[in-house]
């Protein structure tokens, strides 16, 4: 029994100090590299996981091995873990440990011999025209909460904001002289994002009426707020895309981005520059980009397959 207590100590004396080597690392690419929360996050858990897996052999998480390394990828991958899940976390082992070599606490990096999983590269799903003006058209827009989901999709759909960007969204951020969003998006990026005439009217409409409604009395900063008064969490607005989409009869699955793969998807059907539409998306990399390439061609030889005569 005295040994199992002794185990158990020196167990939870090497996961704090592995938990104290990931929050100097997260600390360190935060002030770097200004990644999300979410990303921020993720490094976390993967890493947590790994630290708390090696305590049981008694090893802090800069002391692991390749085969330690190896030893907890194949463990995850019997216990069902998909190749991307497998990629995302053996980038997060390789970033760490390069800080770690960087801080001088070892002199080889344990992931350097260690391949990724190969993983297809899987298309974003996209809506059609019709649905998008059927999703547009589904919020009862006499209620002040439908008339706000119906500026916030219109504004989506205009934009291709992230979802995070737009329930984020303040109006000091909306320039209507200039027709622009002012958007701060992934690592502090600063990006302006024109306005169409019809995100500007229903967006005009929305605050001149329907949002002093919602508020009342309260006061808030935020854009489309809640019946609260509050800001909206992603996952509301994900219950709202749902439910539109229903009384839409859009029957294909959705995701919260959807309207924003529409916008570049769409843009890039009517002969819009991939440069362009990487600067609206707000993405650092043109290959994150080019995705929207492989959406557009796919939908060029459906529409070829269905049109033309020797299709």
Same mark, same amino acid.
């Given at each position: 029994?005295?040994?199992?207590?002794?185990?158990?100590?020196?167990?939870?004396?090497?996961?704090? *100090?592995?938990?104290?080597?990931?929050?100097?690392?997260?600390?360190?690419?935060?002030?770097?590299?200004?990644?999300?929360?979410?990303?921020?996050?993720?490094?976390?858990?993967?890493?947590?996981?790994?630290?708390?897996?090696?305590?049981?052999?008694?090893?802090?998480?800069?002391?692991?091995?390749?085969?330690?390394?190896?030893?907890?990828?194949?463990?995850?991958?019997?216990?069902?873990?998909?190749?991307?899940?497998?990629?995302?976390?053996?980038?997060?082992?390789?970033?760490?440990?390069?800080?770690?070599?960087?801080?001088?606490?070892? @002199?080889?990096?344990?992931?350097?011999?260690?391949?990724?999983? *190969?993983?297809?590269?899987?298309?974003?799903?996209?809506?059609?025209?019709?649905?998008?003006?059927?999703?547009?058209?589904?919020?009862?827009?006499?209620?002040?909460?439908?008339?706000?989901?119906?500026?916030?999709?219109?504004?989506?759909?205009?934009?291709?904001?992230?979802?995070?960007?737009?329930?984020?969204?303040?109006?000091?951020?909306?320039?209507?002289?200039?027709?622009?969003?002012?958007?701060?998006?992934?690592?502090?990026?600063?990006?302006?994002?024109?306005?169409?005439?019809?995100?500007?009217?229903?967006?005009?409409?929305?605050?001149?009426?329907? *949002?002093?409604?919602?508020?009342?009395?309260?006061?808030? @900063?935020?854009?489309?707020?809640?019946?609260?008064?509050?800001?909206?969490?992603?996952?509301?607005?994900?219950?709202?895309?749902?439910?539109?989409?229903?009384?839409?009869?859009?029957?294909?699955?959705?995701?919260?981005?959807?309207?924003?793969?529409?916008?570049?998807? !769409?843009?890039?059907?009517?002969?819009?520059?991939?440069?362009?539409?990487?600067?609206?998306?707000? !993405?650092?990399?043109?290959?994150?980009?080019?995705?929207?390439?492989?959406?557009?061609?796919?939908?060029?030889?459906?529409?070829?397959?269905?049109? !033309?005569?020797?299709?």
């Amino acid at each position: 029994m005295a040994s199992g207590n002794k185990q158990s100590k020196s167990e939870a004396k090497t996961v704090l *100090r592995s938990e104290e080597l990931v929050d100097r690392f997260l600390d360190a690419i935060w002030m770097e590299r200004g990644l999300s929360k979410n990303t921020l996050g993720a490094y976390r858990a993967d890493l947590m996981t790994l630290g708390r897996g090696l305590s049981e052999s008694e090893k802090s998480i800069e002391q692991a091995n390749k085969a330690d390394l190896l030893d907890f990828i194949a463990k995850r991958v019997e216990s069902g873990a998909k190749p991307r899940s497998t990629a995302r976390q053996l980038s997060s082992f390789r970033r760490f440990f390069r800080y770690i070599m960087r801080e001088g606490m070892r @002199d080889n990096d344990p992931t350097a011999e260690i391949e990724m999983p *190969r993983i297809g590269r899987s298309l974003p799903k996209s809506l059609s025209e019709d649905e998008v003006d059927s999703l547009l058209n589904a919020p009862n827009t006499d209620e002040p909460l439908g008339h706000r989901d119906r500026a916030m999709l219109e504004l989506l759909y205009a934009t291709g904001l992230r979802v995070s960007e737009l329930i984020n969204l303040k109006q000091s951020q909306v320039n209507f002289n200039q027709g622009v969003l002012r958007i701060v998006g992934k690592g502090d990026r600063e990006r302006l994002i024109p306005l169409g005439d019809e995100s500007q009217r229903w967006l005009k409409d929305f605050i001149n009426g329907p *949002r002093m409604e919602i508020l009342l009395e309260r006061q808030t @900063d935020y854009l489309f707020p809640t019946r609260r008064g509050d800001r909206m969490t992603r996952q509301a607005f994900w219950h709202i895309i749902k439910r539109y989409a229903e009384i839409a009869g859009v029957r294909q699955k959705l995701s919260p981005h959807s309207l924003r793969h529409a916008f570049a998807t !769409h843009l890039l059907n009517r002969g819009a520059d991939l440069r362009v539409v990487q600067m609206l998306l707000g !993405h650092s990399d043109l290959s994150t980009t080019q995705i929207y390439t492989h959406v557009a061609r796919e939908r060029l030889k459906d529409l070829h397959g269905k049109h !033309h005569p020797r299709g």
